[in-house]
């Protein structure tokens, strides 16, 4: 059947919607197939196929070619759309189980009714075509600034036109906290993350996210976006106060006074962007207790003491500065914290020197208890900075005769003492570990023996969240062990945690 109305409907919708003709007559197509099942009651199973050229279509009624089912009379559920292998081959001799066969069927006119039911298919394939080319747009564009309209305000979240007939969806979430928006307000965002979902929104962006802050810097300092300036880190706290690090890639220019600009225009700008966030420019350091110090402007750093082992800080400022070190509602430290990735524990000047005292005491009384000397010659040591009897075992002698006080003799003493507390600690751990006692749960586990759970004990493994906890590697260290039973005995102890989840 011939129709050039087809072809019209496919040239008007593909120029106006900008989607591949493809897509429409595919969508024709599923719309006069519908038309057609329903004028038969719903009862058959159809193809129609358009000729791309000429607008012709054709109608086929077509089985599912199946294999005999005794559950159903004749050997099939439906007579209407499945066929027996051996009817089948009386239409078709090429046909096989899971294909379809068909047979010529009259069309129906691409008339009122068809062309509604094509009108709804048309437009949910154009919608769906729609969808896959923003996605196919903004996939790539992943982690940039993008800028829209403000189209909608629902209940604290916001959708944007960004022009193009494509919107982008702010969660409520993702706003700055009190920010006035209305319809027509031009805002930037970060564009979080593209969702090819069917439904809903597919473009993410967010307004609080620290990149975002990053971004407006690149598109306001030109040095940022030539990489002649490095954003090292940023921090916010939205709507309110945010922190960047910077570095300079040219020992000739100045990064913190490039991104304030003349006068703070370039950190105005920014500012005024984020509805009026205060932004402070940190110049990093790669020295990180410097960095901190740094982090923590505008308050004024008096000491600070560096935990590797718990990777924090101490930080100690004036008794009058405290309050300014630590901000409103801990928002000066919270942010510091954020931008340099150390945990930073704020105190007073008199406060570190009373932890100092105590910790000192702790540690002259533990030099004096282990090694048995002398408290004139343990805070020596204390003062000299020695912080373990480790670290007395295995310092070299040179660096210790180098205090005035200490001679050849005195130092050869003190670190036979370190090592000799050392020996007698190290033996009472492994008369601990060979006493020990396996838990009930690890005595009753299936695939360990009383023998092994000993063993296992003696290894510090006493309970069966100990061994769950236990890589293949740390398990081989048991006498007997091997790879295949260590794997299996951790998965045994792990079933336990799957169970409660």
Not at 317 to 328: K, M
């Amino acid at each position: 059947m011939a129709n050039k109305e087809i072809l019209l409907v496919v040239d008007v919708v593909s120029n106006e919607k900008e989607i591949e003709k493809e897509i429409i007559f595919s969508a024709i197509e599923d719309a006069l197939r519908t038309a057609t099942i329903k004028r038969h009651d719903n009862r058959l199973d159809v193809r129609v196929s358009i000729d791309r050229k000429t607008g012709d279509y054709e109608t086929f009624r077509r089985w599912l070619v199946v294999e005999p089912n005794e559950e159903f009379e004749g050997g099939i559920e439906s007579s209407e759309t499945q066929m027996l292998l051996s009817e089948a081959k009386k239409i078709d001799a090429a046909a096989k189980v899971e294909a379809y066969v068909e047979q010529p069927m009259e069309s129906i006119e691409f008339g009122r009714i068809a062309a509604q039911t094509a009108k709804q298919v048309i437009v949910q394939k154009v919608r769906e075509a729609e969808r896959r080319k923003v996605v196919e747009a903004y996939q790539d564009r992943v982690g940039d600034l993008v800028t829209g309209i403000v189209k909608r305000v629902e209940r604290g979240s916001v959708f944007l036109d960004l022009g193009g007939n494509v919107e982008a969806f702010i969660p409520k979430e993702e706003m700055i906290p009190r920010e006035a928006v209305r319809n027509g307000d031009r805002l930037r965002g970060y564009l979080r993350s593209v969702r090819p979902e069917a439904r809903g929104p597919q473009l993410f962006v967010s307004r609080t996210a620290p990149e975002l802050l990053i971004a407006l810097f690149r598109l306001e300092v030109p040095e940022v976006s030539e990489n002649v300036i490095e954003i090292m880190g940023a921090a916010r706290d939205p709507g309110v106060r945010a922190k960047v690090a910077v570095k300079s890639n040219d020992p000739r220019l100045d990064p913190v006074g490039a991104c304030v600009g003349m006068r703070g225009s370039r950190v105005q700008a920014v500012s005024n962007e984020l509805a009026g966030e205060r932004v402070d420019i940190i110049l990093w350091n790669e020295n990180e207790a410097q960095y901190v110090i740094n982090a923590m402007s505008p308050a004024e750093i008096v000491s600070i003491v560096v935990d590797e082992d718990k990777h924090s800080m101490d930080v100690a400022v004036a008794d009058e500065n405290l309050s300014q070190a630590i901000g409103r509602g801990g928002q000066n430290v919270r942010l510091a914290s954020e931008l340099t990735g150390w945990d930073l524990n704020v105190m007073s000047a008199s406060q570190a020197e009373e932890k100092n005292e105590l910790e000192a005491k702790k540690l002259l009384q533990s030099f004096v208890e282990q090694m048995n000397i002398d408290e004139e010659i343990a805070e020596i040591l204390v003062r000299e900075g020695f912080s373990s009897v480790e670290e007395l075992a295995y310092v070299p002698a040179k660096e210790m005769l180098e205090i005035d006080e200490f001679d050849e003799p005195l130092v050869e003493d003190l670190r036979n003492r370190a090592r000799d507390a050392l020996l007698i600690k190290a033996i009472a751990s492994e008369e601990k570990l060979e006493t020990a006692e396996p838990a009930a749960d690890l005595l009753g586990m299936e695939g360990v023996d009383r023998e092994l759970a000993y063993l296992l004990a003696r290894h510090g493994i006493r309970t069966m969240d100990d061994l769950a906890e236990q890589s293949v590697d740390e398990l081989m260290e048991v006498e007997g062990m091997d790879e295949e039973k260590a794997a299996s005995l951790i998965m045994k102890a792990r079933e336990s945690w799957f169970a409660e989840d």
